[in-house]
């Protein structure tokens, strides 16, 4: 982009700065640290200049809005065309306490539903199962059965808004339980809208939620990508996250680059069961974190645009440009908040949001300032929402696509993180002789992902401790004193009502079809064919969650089992 002789003079000028005006001012009053740093202790410089961008390209590297690499964004208009989706995470209790919450989402401006479940329905246990005991609708809202599912949306227009879904190894019966309830309705099946998160690669890398073992977990992720391409276009049936890696203590560079292995490693499984990668691969999405160094995440979100439209077309033959675009949520990041100075988490909040907006995020959550405490508050959640819809009419940020496009440090820190990303991307790769999908099941397999993480969580803790790291309010600036708000607590009537609504479902279903049902679906996956369809059959007869999932356990065997933990 730049003449050389222009780029030796750039040089030639930055040295003479560099020795006759900021040595001698160093000198004198020092800087603040010997050592800057990203969060992800990813070192930058004290200045960026157009030699540090001397090699790019910008048609090949940046490009326009809208047309490959997607570095500038998915979209010609980006947020000027319509905002990023706000979509606040909601569910505690019971389905009806939820339903509340959503309404009173959506009168507040709020433009899609996020549901996140309790424990007992994310490892797909009843409510009644003696280990779901005090957990019920403790960290999101309980679902057993098509009942519930009919309640949380009670009043809700399903073919109009869109839902995301929190949840893994369940995530194939909430789907069908999801695709039930329009059947039910009469809302045609290509009007229903949402995301699945459904990725239980990272499960097994990260979060650590799974009932079965590794292998026929992706195989029924598979089932579910299957049937969204042929029944619910406008479902996306996996979102590939990266956030719980990154919230286990990963680097940005190790969150971008796992899960782009756990996305390629889902489009290898669908195309070897013989899809076409134009047929599904539009319906893939991301789902990152946003932590507190903006410009590295920006960073990331650019990088992972280019790297997965380079990827798809080269590896996987995409052709289809939808294909090749990487649409992705964020969250903001719930590990960087504190208990301590919780109005603090305000702000940080606020900081991370920005990154994912000037990183041209897709739809984005941003956390409530108590949740280092308790599930958010009404209050609390209303100033998360409110943060978002002043980034977007008050503050300019969504008026100018990719806004910090062409900053010497911004594309310079954007191939740093390309480069380091892919280097780990094509390591995986070479563990599965050729195959991401297989390197990435080698890796869970022989502890990979645990030791990169764990490192890089230790380093992490290791800078907080001795200072290097400053975390607001906890150590430096710290004050005396209760700081806590008040908190929502949920109820311990909470499981009682569950139970009892649970009971009459039971009480009131024909026990004959349940057990056809569950028969049904015992053949299904034993001849390996596609569980979906009688997934969505089982759970109109009100077949439970923990139901299907003891059929799946006992089949296909648990990973406890598996690994040798009883």
């Known amino acids: 982009m730049y003449d050389e002789d222009d780029l030796a003079s750039i040089r030639e000028a930055r040295d003479e700065w560099e020795s006759e005006t900021r040595d001698p001012f160093v000198e004198k009053g020092g800087e603040r640290k010997d050592r800057f740093a990203t969060v992800s202790n990813h070192e930058v410089d004290d200045l960026y200049t157009p030699a540090d961008v001397a090699d790019l390209d910008y048609e090949s590297d940046l490009g326009f809005p ?11 208009t980006m947020f000027r065309g319509r905002t990023w989706t706000m979509r606040q995470f909601a569910g505690f209790g019971t389905a009806t306490e939820t339903n509340e919450r959503f309404h009173y989402l959506i009168e507040n401006g709020q433009t899609g539903l996020s549901t996140a479940f309790d424990m007992p329905s994310l490892m797909g246990k009843d409510s009644d199962d003696p280990l779901s005991d005090g957990e019920v609708g403790k960290e999101g809202v309980a679902v057993d059965t098509l009942r519930d599912m009919e309640v949380l949306f009670d009043g809700i227009d399903i073919g109009e808004v869109t839902t995301s879904f929190t949840i893994n190894p369940s995530a194939p019966v909430v789907f069908a339980m999801y695709v039930a309830l329009a059947d039910n309705r009469g809302v045609p099946r290509d009007r229903i809208g949402g995301t699945f998160q459904n990725d239980m690669l990272k499960e097994f890398i990260a979060q650590k939620e799974w009932v079965i073992p590794p292998e026929p977990s992706l195989k029924l992720v598979t089932d579910t990508v299957e049937f969204a391409a042929e029944e619910t276009p406008r479902i996306r049936p996996i979102s590939v996250s990266g956030y719980h890696i990154r919230e286990a203590g990963s680097t940005a560079v190790q969150e971008l680059a796992f899960t782009l292995a756990d996305g390629f490693a889902y489009v290898e499984d669908a195309v070897d069961r013989g899809l076409d ?39 996987y033959d995409a052709e289809d440009e939808r294909s090749t675009q990487l649409k992705f949520h964020t969250q903001t990041a719930g590990q960087s908040l504190t208990a301590q100075q919780p ?30 405490l308790a599930l958010p508050s009404e209050e609390a959640v209303t100033v998360a929402l409110r943060t978002q819809q002043i980034i977007a009419e008050e503050s300019g940020a969504a008026d100018v696509i990719d806004p910090l496009g062409g900053s010497f440090f911004v594309e310079t820190l954007t191939d740093e993180i390309e480069a380091e990303a892919m280097a780990y991307i094509e390591e995986i790769r070479e563990m599965g002789d050729g195959s991401v999908r297989d390197g990435v099941l080698a890796g869970i397999d022989e502890g990979y992902y645990h030791r990169e993480i764990g490192e890089a969580s230790y380093e992490y803790q290791s800078r907080v401790e001795d200072g290097e790291e400053v975390v607001v309010g906890v150590n430096k600036y710290d004050t005396e004193g209760d700081t806590r708000p008040d908190l929502l607590h949920v109820e311990d009537e909470v499981q009682d009502r569950q139970l009892a609504r649970l009971e009459s479902v039971k009480d009131d279903r024909d ?21 979906m369809p009688v997934l969505v059959d089982a759970v109109k007869e009100y077949v439970t969650m923990g139901e299907i999932m003891d059929v799946f356990a006992e089949e296909y065997g648990t990973y406890r089992e598996s690994i040798g933990v009883m």
């Open 66 to 76: 809208g047309e490959s690499p997607y570095t500038r964004g998915v979209y010609p």
């Open 277 to 315: 990668v134009d047929e599904f691969a539009p319906q893939l999405s991301f789902f990152f974190n946003s932590h507190n160094s903006i410009f590295e995440e920006v960073a990331k979100f650019r990088a992972a645009r280019r790297i997965y439209h380079d990827v798809m077309s080269e590896w």
């Open 343 to 372: 109005l603090n988490n305000v702000v940080r909040v606020t900081i991370q949001a920005l990154a994912g907006v000037l990183g041209g995020t897709q739809s984005l959550h941003t956390n409530s300032f108590d949740e280092a």
């Open 511 to 531: 026990d004959a079809a349940v057990e056809a049902a569950l028969s049904d679906l015992r053949e299904t996956v034993r001849d390996g064919d596609n569980v």
